[in-house]
């Protein structure tokens, strides 16, 4: 399975980094997550420069999709030509996104009637969307999960991972980049997420 983890210009490190580097301790099971750019350098709020490793268009073959976020989302979903360059097919794929990532999921109508979690500073911005925001890290429904706070990427690899290749897989993974000495309490704190967060509302 392929991962495009959607990168745009001003993107928050912790968000897209976070995510492929833990999702990529799963190449050896056949997931991998490649950082996916609209452009072939993208710069992040820090001034970071990232070479992307594939161009947008990826994401019409990846078996998922997560959209970070960033200090430029609000000019990325007044793009309308941006925005036709991710066609996402939830029927397909499944389809994630980080703090302000929800916005472009709101912009492309593909949370429809979902609650989104987001970051404090995105949130009236989502809510203008006519999507209610959750007090919440993580919220999944079906194909589509969003992850709000930078932190809780972990989450939203956690579930990429656990349905994917399972919880096993996921737990793995967690416990090999908990801090020393806190290994049991990172792992069922992030499984505690994903797992409150795919029932909440059920």
């Excluded at 472009?104 to 429809?112: C, I, N």
Aim: negative net charge; proline residues 4%; contains cysteine.
């Amino acid at each position: 399975m392929q991962v495009a983890v959607v990168t745009f210009d001003g993107f928050n490190e912790l968000d897209s980094f976070i995510a492929s580097a833990l999702i990529n301790r799963c190449r050896k099971d056949g997931l991998e997550a490649f950082i996916t750019t609209p452009t072939p350098v993208v710069t992040s709020m820090n001034g970071v420069e990232v070479t992307g490793q594939r161009p947008m268009e990826f994401v019409t073959e990846a078996d998922v999709v997560l959209i970070g976020s960033g200090v430029k989302v609000r000019e990325v979903v007044a793009d309308e030509r941006l925005l036709s360059r991710l066609p996402l097919d939830p029927a397909r794929q499944l389809i994630g996104s980080q703090c302000s990532g929800a916005l472009v999921l709101a912009r492309l109508g593909l949370l429809d009637a979902m609650p989104a979690c987001t970051d404090m500073k995105s949130r009236p911005y989502v809510e203008a969307c006519d999507v209610t925001v959750l007090d919440a890290p993580f919220h999944a429904e079906g194909n589509i999960a969003t992850a709000g706070g930078c932190l809780s990427s972990q989450y939203l690899a956690t579930w990429v991972i656990t349905r994917a290749l399972g919880e096993a897989a996921a737990r793995d993974v967690l416990d090999y980049v908990a801090p020393v000495g806190e290994n049991q309490q990172t792992v069922e704190r992030a499984m505690h997420a994903v797992q409150a967060g795919e029932a909440a509302l059920r």
